[in-house]
């Protein structure tokens, strides 16, 4: 498991939902039309058998994982001390006292829960109907044991079709309808409709799409309880998205695209989004300059603009430097647009250092952010207005068989900070597998999640091609939180454990006509 996992899952109560698990589109309040084109098309795929190549793949995994709760409690607030919002319970324990309530809340540790998640993804890819005919689907089983399966993500929701489509490929076009996903700088959006690319040029690809619209970065409608549940203003129309990409890479030294998107209801009396988002890429000699910038069309904000640079210095070194203008983007459904998000400014630079050898390679990157003015403030705190990174990677490979690697990183943004560090070692065993051995320890300075307090871990992890296309992953680990300033929750402890078979069955068919 990497730190970034790591560290986004310790100590919240329950871990976030996947934004790689979809939800099935099948909730209160969708329309049986959307999903009606993916079921045809997995309907096809089903009696592709027959067709001349079926390739099937998969991924069957099944995990572990502890987590500790967070309940709220309250004292009298005759038995705290100090005044104000915030006071100290007897025992320590910081509450908060609201106006003229009678009691003071606070959240303590709730007995250690447990689940037990598994997991079928299956990838199957049909063709040989006809000349450029061929189906593609990709689908999800799932299902979760133990005492804290009832709160897991998605786990009254046991069946998920990713993606599932029709397609026609042939002399410079291609045809899809069904479910699909577009994939661009303006996000993550799956649609179930129809999609049309041309490319009737060395370089240039042209494609429009559109469809019954699916929440951004998930398979399931806007309409859906998953975010009624947590919008009191929650839309009620699943909406139209269409769109357009034009792309062009000749080769050589430049190249570009631009991509036009808008997302309304479907009685045409709203609208929930319309964005253009650019990009390009210049060569200059060893120099490669690439920028984007995405602009928002109803509010006016350029939600992204960024140019980066990637300079190689001899044969050892490379230097990366970005600029970037970033506000955050919200549809218009949804109210939080409305307190009109503040953006930040940031310079990176990053540099590495590798041998001739390639045995030993290091790296250290660091940023600076600052923030827009906010215009909200307290009287008696005062509130930082930028933040910063900084960070070093290394990585020596000892033999043939042995790595080792490890990093430190730091962060102090607006209302809290972290430190990280990592080592690990690597075992090379011949050809099909691989042992490794990961220690970890992060602290994260943030009221809102575990305090002042320290996180340590360690982590075994093996892979081993057991034959063909059969191969098997696993990891174990265990993690042990101690906090310095909250006595009232218990160390955030935690246990992992994950089994992995990824399969093939079938040939390849091959790469797409048409690659961008």
Do not use: K
Not at 400 to 413: I, M
């Amino acid at each position: 498991m990497t730190r970034t996992a790591v560290a986004r899952d310790i100590g919240r109560r329950l871990p976030p939902v996947s934004q790689t698990g979809p939800v099935t589109a099948g909730p209160p309040g969708w329309s049986p039309r959307p999903a009606l084109i993916g079921s045809v098309c997995v309907l096809v795929l089903s009696g592709s058998l027959q067709a001349q190549g079926v390739r099937i793949s998969g991924t069957t995994s099944v995990d572990y994982v502890e987590m500790q709760p967070a309940v709220e409690d309250s004292v009298p607030v005759s038995a705290t001390q100090d005044s104000g919002l915030l006071r100290r319970a007897p025992n320590g324990t910081i509450v908060e006292c609201l106006g003229t309530d009678a009691y003071c809340t606070y959240y303590h540790s709730a007995p250690l829960v447990h689940a037990v998640p598994m997991r079928q993804d299956l990838t199957l890819s049909a063709w040989g109907f006809g000349t450029g005919v061929s189906a593609y689907a990709d689908v999800e089983v799932r299902t979760a044991v133990g005492s804290a399966a009832p709160g897991w993500p998605l786990a009254d929701q046991h069946f998920d079709l990713v993606a599932g489509y029709g397609e026609y490929d042939r002399s410079g076009l291609r045809v899809r309808l069904g479910r699909q996903w577009t994939t661009s700088p303006l996000g993550y959006y799956a649609y179930d409709g129809g999609s049309v690319l041309a490319a009737p040029l060395q370089g240039l690809n042209a494609e429009v799409y559109g469809g019954w619209g699916l929440a951004q970065a998930l398979t399931y409608p806007r309409t859906t309880s998953a975010i009624s549940a947590v919008e009191e203003l929650a839309p009620t129309d699943p909406g139209y998205i269409v769109g357009a990409t034009v792309d062009y890479h000749p080769g050589g030294i430049a190249g570009g695209s631009i991509q036009y998107q808008r997302e309304i209801e479907t009685n045409f009396s709203g609208l929930y989004s319309e964005r253009v988002a650019g990009s390009g890429d210049l060569r200059l000699g060893r120099t490669m300059l690439d920028g984007q910038v995405i602009y928002d069309m109803v509010t006016g904000d350029v939600n992204n603009a960024q140019l980066r640079a990637d300079v190689p210095i001899g044969r050892q070194w490379n230097v990366s430097a970005q600029i970037r203008h970033y506000v955050p983007f919200f549809e218009l459904w949804t109210v939080w647009g409305a307190f009109s998000p503040v953006g930040y400014d940031e310079g990176r630079l990053t540099a590495s250092w590798t041998t001739g050898d390639q045995r030993v390679r290091i790296e250290a990157d660091g940023d600076y952010r600052q923030y827009g003015n906010t215009d909200a403030a307290v009287s008696f705190l005062s509130l930082r207005s930028n933040g910063w990174d900084v960070g070093t990677d290394a990585s020596w490979r000892l033999t043939p068989a042995w790595t080792v690697s490890g990093g430190y990183h730091a962060t102090v943004g607006v209302g809290a900070s972290r430190s990280d560090f990592d080592a690990a070692v690597r075992w090379r065993v011949g050809h099909r597998g691989s042992l490794g051995v990961t220690g970890t320890a992060f602290q994260t300075i943030d009221e809102f999640n575990v305090g002042t307090g320290r996180v340590w871990g360690a982590t075994a992890n093996g892979s081993l091609q057991l034959f063909g296309d059969l191969r098997a992953d696993a990891d174990a680990g265990v993690y042990r939180h101690t906090g310095l300033d909250m006595p009232q929750l218990a160390n955030w402890n935690q246990r992992r454990a994950s089994v992995r078979l990824t399969w093939v069955l079938g040939r390849d068919p091959g790469l797409p006509r048409l690659a961008w």
